[in-house]
């Protein structure tokens, strides 16, 4: 997979304050961001201390690098802030609702390829079933990207025809979630489930804010619909492997130790504290160097972000825990369409 260009950094760019500030000014450059002289002032310690540490790991032999991403001038709490506490518990988590999961659907493949990549061209000719990345910006909206690359997942593989649909329209009116505050992707099933269609983006696009009211355009035919949604087994690496050979999987992981990737096979150290959501669109192995088997999976921090906008992240190979890397064993799900 090819690495979205980032600003490399260099022990020249280390040196002195004059060049450090020119690194800066690469940066704000490179991903569009605009601050006036006290802003980037007060920025400016930030941005050092994070081009520095980057910098000292890349020189070690980790399976992935770091990089001066989107990240770059804000601290870790700003960035948990703005972009990783997206994902709130099921109310009454502990107890299932009846009809909460729809019944009779097999839940995967039993027999699964070595490699699956939904962005790619499959059989028949079968278009793509994964658009394109989407960036939350400072909205606590990843639920909604999640269970919208989801759905947008399946209905392409059911339609053959992929259709970017809108996130806006989780967060105006899923009443049930918390907007830009948070949400669960559970919920956004279900909300979906309840009404005549989902939006596309294009009808309804994204503000990175809540509009305080649902805007629906009233058509008589549904862009999209789902039937209902399923919980994969908790704890379970096959269960997710037969989810994810059959269609893209939401999941929810701890993003903490991976807020700066910039490319590679992410195998910890990680905690399991999930607070983010995210979309598995395939798995594979690496042999760069060793063999690592891997995760495919979308964010919603922007094509600027990580691969591309996507994360390799390690299977299998973290024994100290049944969780699995950055928890996501523990909850994932994926929406059903007949």
């Keep these: 997979m090819q690495v979205a260009t980032s600003v490399d950094i260099t022990d020249m760019d280390l040196a002195s304050e004059k060049s450090l500030w020119a690194l800066y000014d690469r940066w704000c450059e490179h991903h569009n961001v605009v601050r006036d002289l006290g802003e980037k002032a007060r920025r400016f310690s930030v941005f050092e201390e994070n081009a520095r540490m980057i910098h000292q790991f890349n020189q070690g032999d980790a399976p992935y690098k770091l990089s001066l991403n989107l990240f770059g001038d804000m601290t870790d709490e700003e960035v948990d802030d703005g972009y990783g506490r997206c994902s709130t518990p099921l109310p009454n988590s502990g107890k299932r609702r009846q009809g909460q999961v729809t019944h009779g659907v097999v839940a995967g493949r039993a027999n699964y390829p070595m490699y699956v990549d939904w962005r790619m061209t499959g059989y028949d000719q079968r278009p793509s079933a994964v658009t394109n990345v989407k960036i939350q910006r400072g909205c606590g909206s990843c639920w909604a990207f999640s269970a919208i690359a989801a759905v947008e997942g399946i209905n392409s593989i059911r339609t053959r025809k992929l259709v970017s649909l809108s996130a806006q329209q989780l967060l105006d009116c899923d009443k049930k979630s918390g907007g830009c505050s948070g949400g669960n992707p559970i919920l956004a099933f ?50 997710l492997l037969q989810a994810v050979a059959a269609q893209p999987v939401v999941v929810v992981v701890d993003t903490k130790t991976f807020r700066r990737y910039g490319g590679g096979v992410f195998v910890g150290p990680c905690g399991t504290n999930g607070t983010h959501a995210m979309t598995v669109v395939g798995y594979g192995t690496t042999y760069e160097t060793n063999p690592i088997d891997y995760w495919i999976v979308k964010n919603s921090w922007g094509p600027k972000w990580g691969e591309n906008g996507y ?28």
């Design 190 to 239: 279900q909300y979906m489930m309840g009404h005549i269609r989902i939006s596309t983006e294009a009808d309804y696009p994204y503000i990175a804010d809540e509009h305080g009211y649902c805007w629906v355009l009233k058509r008589k035919n549904p862009v999209v619909t789902i039937d209902g949604f399923k919980k994969v087994p908790r704890n379970d690496e096959v269960a």
């Design 311 to 338: 994360i390799r992240l390690a299977r299998g190979v973290d024994g100290r825990t049944k969780e699995g890397i950055c928890g996501i064993l523990m909850e994932a799900s994926y929406p059903v369409k007949n």
